[in-house]
């Protein structure tokens, strides 16, 4: 068996940010942070949380640390998907980045019945943020600097962005073929 979810990326628009996965059914929800951490272009250098509706719902789950300002309920390393997705079109959030504030809202769409070793991504849309551009309104910012190279930030943008002088970033951007060659290396 494996579970299959849409993931979107929310407050972001024009385009919308979202991946449908498949995932094994044995994984834990650290696996399928690390899962979504891939299929998304994340760079896994901020803390985490999953929880029905994000900030204050409970059940938390993560990985307990001593600098965590709310105790995590379920430990996420051990927590296995079947403990909470149970039924079809339920909903949870993944928080991502504490100060950013990336929220992204999981849709258990269905459990197939076919058995599968490897996650794969069956379909996207939308680039992801770069990590540490302001959340929701500091990526649509940038979008906004980025459309426009008469603007004041421009230059200072897409150095920031490490972009060469020839090189543009493309909010639309989203290789599916790239997204499943990284998760043929999952473990």
């Given at each position: 068996m494996?579970?299959?979810?849409?993931?979107?990326?929310?407050?972001?628009?024009?385009?919308?940010?979202?991946?449908?996965?498949?995932?094994?059914?044995?994984?834990?929800?650290?696996?399928?942070?690390?899962?979504?951490?891939?299929?998304?272009?994340?760079?896994?250098?901020?803390?985490?949380?999953?929880?029905?509706?994000?900030?204050?719902s409970?059940?938390?789950?993560a990985?307990?640390?001593?600098?965590?300002?709310?105790?995590?309920?379920?430990?996420?390393?051990?927590?296995?998907?079947?403990?909470?997705?149970?039924?079809?079109?339920?909903?949870?959030?993944?928080?991502?980045?504490?100060?950013?504030?990336?929220?992204?809202?999981?849709?258990?769409?269905?459990?197939?019945?076919?058995?599968?070793?490897?996650?794969?991504?069956?379909?996207?849309?939308?680039?992801?943020?770069?990590?540490?551009?302001?959340?929701?309104?500091?990526?649509?910012?940038?979008?906004?600097?980025?459309?426009?190279?008469?603007?004041?930030?421009?230059?200072?943008m897409?150095?920031?962005?490490?972009?060469?002088?020839?090189?543009?970033?493309?909010?639309?951007?989203?290789?599916?073929?790239?997204?499943?060659?990284?998760?043929?290396?999952?473990?």
């Amino acid at each position: 068996m494996a579970y299959q979810f849409k993931i979107q990326l929310m407050n972001v628009s024009k385009p919308p940010v979202w991946r449908q996965i498949q995932v094994p059914e044995s994984i834990t929800f650290h696996d399928l942070h690390n899962l979504i951490q891939l299929v998304f272009g994340w760079e896994d250098c901020h803390f985490y949380q999953f929880s029905p509706k994000g900030y204050g719902s409970h059940p938390t789950i993560a990985i307990p640390s001593k600098e965590d300002w709310e105790e995590t309920d379920m430990k996420s390393k051990k927590t296995k998907l079947n403990k909470v997705f149970t039924i079809q079109n339920q909903t949870f959030n993944y928080l991502y980045d504490f100060g950013d504030d990336w929220s992204h809202k999981i849709t258990f769409e269905k459990l197939v019945p076919e058995d599968i070793k490897l996650p794969v991504c069956l379909n996207g849309k939308g680039a992801c943020p770069p990590e540490d551009c302001g959340g929701p309104w500091g990526f649509e910012n940038m979008k906004i600097i980025l459309a426009d190279p008469t603007h004041d930030e421009y230059q200072d943008m897409k150095d920031w962005l490490g972009l060469d002088e020839d090189e543009f970033w493309d909010a639309n951007s989203f290789d599916i073929a790239e997204v499943n060659e990284l998760l043929k290396g999952f473990k």
